[in-house]
């Protein structure tokens, strides 16, 4: 039986954060990474009269003993909503202690060994309030959790993740003191790429992400007309979100989890700058005629290779790496951290799915030429 989820109510457009003000309860949790669009949030929670306290998240990776304090927050001050502001740490950390504070005989080794069991979780309700640098969390239930023991970001999918709503205000972003564009410009596009050509996609996915890429690419009048216009980027990040959620997580995907953290404090997006356009060029089969079609559709020659050369395009105009010899310099140093990355992302089963045949071989093939000058 195919299946294809949306179970959550976006509210978008300015002035939209002013949903806040007009919830009702008795105790409130604002969960963020971002200090400035906190308080923003912060004017709009207190109109509503409940008892506000807040827990912040630093940015990055998010860990399990942050996912526990949170999750302790919770059990301390039991607040009848929860309202995550910010990128993917604050997304990821609320809908994780939300599954702590409702089952708290769960471990974060439980998360990473099996999926959640289908819950029922009544005691709180999450709204998302994304700024830039979500990778679409606000309208997934996919969420990564930072294993240090393997240095490794595991992604963790339960439907009971999913929040109850998102908050898309462009005049949030607008407030804010700097947001990360290129990032989150680079986030979207894979995520809908690899969307748009996965064989677990459907008539229902693939609109989604091929209108996240539409969205991006008619947003930029010229190349020098820099930060991107809010309102579009974050409807693409959610466009792109729901895309990928509908779709198996495919190798650019595999490839960024398995080598968060081995380069530095470096993003999700990135990452999928350095590796995506590997990726497309190496692709063979339905991938390659996937690339090709999605290149057509977006008015570009119908080859794998000017898709490609369109994302580096991107990258290099937002100033982000094109090759991973720019994150890491020293080329012993990466071909000793070679077989690890390699054995990460073979092991995965969606990476087996998409190179069946010498998977270990292919992958580190796709990592020398991603690191290659």
Not at 68 to 94: N, R, T, V
Not at 231 to 254: D, F, K, M, T, V
Not at 309 to 324: N, Q
Request: aromatic share 6%; net charge negative.
């Amino acid at each position: 039986m195919a299946e294809f989820r949306i179970p959550i109510r976006i509210l978008y457009g300015d002035g939209t954060l002013e949903h806040i003000s007009g919830l009702r309860g008795d105790r409130m949790l604002l969960v963020h990474d971002c200090e400035a669009a906190c308080r923003i949030a912060q004017k709009q929670a207190r109109r509503t009269g409940m008892h506000i306290r807040v827990f912040s998240v630093p940015e990055g990776p998010v860990d399990g003993p942050t996912v526990l304090e949170g999750a302790k927050a919770l059990m301390e001050f039991k607040p009848g909503w929860i309202i995550a502001i910010g990128g993917h740490a604050a997304m990821d950390c609320a809908k994780l202690m939300r599954i702590f504070y409702e089952r708290p005989d769960l471990t974060p080794d439980d998360l990473v060994r099996s999926d959640i069991p289908r819950m029922k979780l009544g005691r709180t309700r999450l709204i998302a309030v994304p700024t830039l640098g979500s990778n679409g969390g606000e309208a997934t239930g996919y969420a990564a959790l930072w294993n240090p023991r393997e240095c490794l970001e595991q992604v963790i999918y339960c439907p009971g993740l999913m929040p109850h709503a998102a908050i898309i205000d462009p005049l949030l972003l607008n407030a804010l003191p700097h947001t990360h564009t290129g990032e989150a410009v680079l986030s979207a596009l894979a995520l809908s790429v690899e969307a748009a050509v996965s064989p677990e996609g459907s008539f229902f996915s693939r609109p989604f992400a091929m209108q996240a890429m539409h969205t991006i690419i008619s947003s930029t009048i010229a190349f020098s007309c820099l930060p991107f216009p809010s309102e579009p980027l974050l409807n693409a990040q959610i466009l792109s979100g729901i895309a990928h959620y509908n779709a198996s997580p495919g190798l650019c995907s595999a490839m960024v989890h398995g080598s968060m953290g081995l380069f530095g404090c470096v993003s999700f997006g990135t990452l999928c700058a350095v590796y995506l356009p590997a990726i497309i060029r190496r692709s063979t089969g339905q991938y390659s005629e996937g690339y090709a079609a999605i290149a057509s559709e977006l008015g570009l020659k119908d080859t794998p290779e000017a898709l490609a050369a369109l994302i580096e395009e991107y990258a290099d105009m937002l100033g982000l790496p094109l090759k991973l010899c720019e994150l890491e310099r020293d080329k012993n140093a990466f071909l000793k951290k070679l077989p690890r990355l390699t054995a990460r992302v073979a092991q995965c089963g969606e990476v087996a799915q998409i190179i069946p045949d010498d998977t270990q071989k292919k992958v580190e093939e796709m990592f020398r030429h991603a690191y290659s000058k």
